[in-house]
């Protein structure tokens, strides 16, 4: 298995506890010596789906993987062949149907997603089978989505008299458009991978079960990439997405300066004139 080559990092003492230690064996993060991550739902036998201990160990870790400087990109991937995530765990969220456990839940999973959604670096969805409900939620929140042909993202919410409660409807609105949005809603059926990407919500379809491969693959592209410029491209973006469009200009503006003086484009100038002078 392709997860099993990563070597995580060893962390300093007192640091991202959580990542080290975790208080529950249905979420692994490792990380490798090119600070690729890999956030991986452990929960095969329920295709998995996230029951609360998993949601607020996600959250968690989100946490402490944005205060590590040495994350160049981050995978999020579900255990298995058969499942990215799907969703939340009946089992488990049929013990919480009060007015509160809905509010709380979707607190929960509504600000971990935001903070995937905002960390610094790249954050790549590998999908290997089944993304529905909330699974589909969290694909949506990682800035790009690599599938394999088994892949199935559903938006069956409504299936259960439910809309997504996670952020998904806003960036599924976003990702597709209103009217492309509104029928996928009311569909509530699984797109196959042919689907997904004609909708542009995936860029990359691997073989079946090499999603992590392709992924992982893209991770290596970004980590070979000067690291303030890859920063600062996701940070243009989310500018564009977030704000008005002078204040994403203005910000678009703001970054470049940086870069410009940056050791990456000055050997790059310099390496430039050389071949100009037939050095």
């Known amino acids: 298995m392709l997860l099993a080559r990563l070597t995580p990092i060893p962390l300093p003492t007192g640091e991202f506890p959580l990542i080290r230690q975790p208080t529950t064996t249905t979420l692994r993060c490792e990380i490798d010596a090119s600070g690729i991550a890999v956030m991986t739902i452990a ?64 607190a929960l999973m509504g600000n971990a997603l935001l903070a995937l959604e905002r960390l610094p670096f790249p954050v790549i969805a590998a999908i290997n089978g089944y ?39 806003q960036r599924l609105l976003r990702t597709v458009g209103y009217a492309r949005a509104f029928e996928l809603l009311m569909r509530a059926q699984p797109l196959d991978a042919d689907e997904i990407a004609k909708l542009g919500l995936a860029m990359t379809i691997m073989p079946p079960g090499e999603a992590l491969d392709g992924a992982l693959a893209l991770a290596q592209r970004i980590a070979s990439l000067d690291q303030a410029a890859v920063i600062a491209a996701k940070a243009m973006l989310q500018a564009g997405l977030n704000q008005p469009y002078e204040a994403a200009l203005a910000r678009e503006r703001a970054l470049f300066p940086a870069l410009w003086t940056g050791e990456t484009h000055q050997a790059a100038m310099r390496a430039f004139v050389e071949r100009e002078n037939g050095n």
């Open 43 to 106: 929960r095969p036998q329920r295709r998995n789906a996230l029951d609360t201990a998993t949601m607020t160990q996600m959250a968690a870790t989100i946490d402490a993987l944005a205060q590590d400087s040495a994350v160049r990109a981050l995978i999020v991937t579900g255990e298995g062949q058969d499942a990215f995530c799907s969703g939340g765990d009946l089992d488990d969220l049929s013990h919480r149907l009060s007015v509160e456990d809905a509010a709380q839940m979707t």
């Open 131 to 169: 993304a529905l409900g909330g699974g589909s939620e969290l694909a949506l929140a990682c800035d790009v989505r690599v599938i394999d042909q088994t892949a199935r993202l559903g938006f069956i919410h409504l299936r259960r008299g439910l809309i997504p409660g996670w952020g998904g409807g």
